[in-house]
T-cell receptor, first 114, second 113 residues
Framework: GESVGLHLPTLSVQEGDNSIINCAYS??????FIWYKQESGKGPQFIID?????DKRQGQRVTVLLNKTVKHLSLQIAATQPGDSAVYFC?????????????FGQGTTLQVKP | DSGVTQTPKHLITATGQRVTLRCSPR?????VYWYQQSLDQGLQFLIQ???????AKGNILERFSAQQFPDLHSELNLSSLELGDSALYFC????????????FGPGTRLLVL
């Protein structure tokens, strides 16, 4: 079946350190992946995305890495700040059908200690 | 602020009742998506509309239905509500229907008592 799972349900890091959040996906037909951040009481907020023809993409303080061989996705946050504390979701979009259906992972809680 | 609006923010109702959730997409976006977020199921895709037409369906119950109007706003109708329907319901929108970013609204928190 289709599933996207996260390796670690909770990640605790010190302010200023780098964070790495991992995600395993099972649908090898997926060709588009997204990371969302969800703060308490808010909707998911887009962070960064990557297409399957890439293996790395960088944004402001964030980097997404895609390893299609082992179906693994990671989100790296540089110099983590207290404002980064949230739940992070990876999501995949299966190719074909020209729909935007997203399959979400269960989420990882990032806790940033001051 | 994503530009996607949802009303109401909170909704409390009783089992067996019917409710309507409303979503206005970002200006210019043609696709609207509905997701349900519950504690035990995470974020689950329900349904997608593109320019007024249903485009994709997920695990949406038969008691639930949606539509997208000519002005592109969408409504999600939930009927014969059960306790297990209590969840956060999110709407997202995107420009087209392919591999574009989906922007999420703030959600409607539904509590069925």
């Amino acid at each position: 079946g289709e599933s996207v799972g996260l390796h670690l349900p909770t990640l605790s890091v010190q302010e200023g350190d780098n964070s790495i959040i991992n995600c395993a996906y099972s649908n090898s037909a997926s060709d588009y992946f997204i990371w969302y951040k969800q703060e308490s009481g808010k909707g998911p907020q887009f962070i960064i995305d990557i297409r399957s023809n890439m293996d790395k993409r960088q944004g402001q303080r964030v980097t997404v890495l895609l390893n299609k061989t082992v179906k693994h996705l990671s989100l790296q946050i540089a110099a983590t700040q207290p404002g980064d504390s949230a739940v992070y979701f990876c999501a995949e979009r299966p190719s074909g059908g020209n729909t935007g259906k997203l399959i979400f992972g269960q989420g990882t809680t990032l806790q940033v200690k001051p | 602020d994503s530009g996607v609006t949802q009303t109401p923010k909170h909704l409390i109702t009783a089992t067996g009742q019917r409710v309507t959730l409303r979503c206005s997409p970002r200006s210019g976006d043609l696709s609207v998506y509905w997701y349900q977020q519950s504690l035990d199921q995470g974020l689950q895709f329900l349904i997608q509309y593109y320019n007024g037409e249903e485009r994709a369906k997920g695990n949406i119950l038969e008691r639930f239905s949606a539509q997208q109007f000519p002005d592109l706003h969408s409504e999600l109708n939930l009927s014969s509500l059960e306790l297990g329907d209590s969840a956060l319901y999110f709407c997202a929108s995107s420009v087209e229907t392919g591999k574009e970013t989906q922007y999420f609204g703030p959600g409607t928190r539904l509590l069925v008592l």
